[in-house]
């Protein structure tokens, strides 16, 4: 009993100090890789003097890559270190990984794939975090990036995490600049003469509005004619905009429309259907000849 626990004591003054130290170092080095990331950032964002800039938003995006890849790493190695402190033999274990090499095999492959794709991401700076995204059909706010997977989320609220390696095209919605698209619908009888001058002195309004003006990059443009419909004639209206700031821009159009085209006399046009009725001679109706 008492060789027992002598043994007991030993182990506890060689291993269990060491697995101590590990975990110590292990935590520390956590904070110390929070400390070291915001830092990073922090200067990078001092670079410029505005809020909110590119710069910004690449340099959040590729601190919570590297925040998360150094999570990954802090926690493998302190992991093995505990593992071989505890006595199982580190070498063999890596060796079984030939029994299953099949199915770890595709599982890795797949893992690198990913984390290839987040480099390639990351690198040409195809989104950052706070973009708006087209991926595989879904479209949404990119909230996190890792070197595995992105992270988005759509308008309903949603939260898609899509693996980096599945990422074929991406559609940045708000890369450099966005454009509001506005089409109206007028009636046949409605004159298109005073229709696009009504666009036309809307876009002047806005481009004087205090709170929409900021958010253009160009005057507006009417088109004109864009096409002849089953039941209107469709006219467009197109806004350059700064990044992200189209869909404001398309809901103060929307409005903007409805109350000046109502002002002017000026009919939006809707589905409808035409019936003829057509007196028919007595004869007729009777089926006589």
Known sequence: ?????????????THGLAILAILVLCVAAYFLLGLLVRF???????LDAKDDTLLDRRADTISDVLYSAGLVVIFVTALVMVL???????APLLASVGVVGLALGLGAQTLVKDVISGLFILL????????????????????????????????AGTLYIVPNGEIRIVANRTRDWSRAI???GIAYEADVDRALAALQSIGEE????????????EAP?????????????????????KPNQQWDVQRYLRR????????????LAFPRQEVALVNMPAGEKNGDS
């Open 182 to 184: 506005i089409d109206v």
């Open 40 to 46: 990073v950032t922090r200067r990078v964002k001092s």
């Open 1 to 13: 009993m008492n060789q027992t626990l002598d043994q007991m004591k030993q182990w506890l003054l």
């Open 256 to 267: 903007r429309i409805r109350l000046e085209f109502a002002d002017r006399g000026i009919d």
């Open 124 to 155: 040409e700076n195809q989104y950052m975090i706070t973009d708006v995204i087209e991926v595989n059909g879904i479209v949404g706010n990119v909230e996190m990036m890792t070197l595995r997977a992105t992270t988005l989320r759509d308008a």
């Open 206 to 217: 806005m481009v004087a509005d205090p709170e929409i003006g900021p958010l253009l990059l």
């Open 221 to 241: 443009q009417v088109t004109g004619v864009e096409g002849l419909e089953e039941w209107a004639v469709r006219l467009r209206m197109m806004v350059k905009t």
């Open 84 to 90: 071989e402190e505890i006595g199982v033999p580190i």
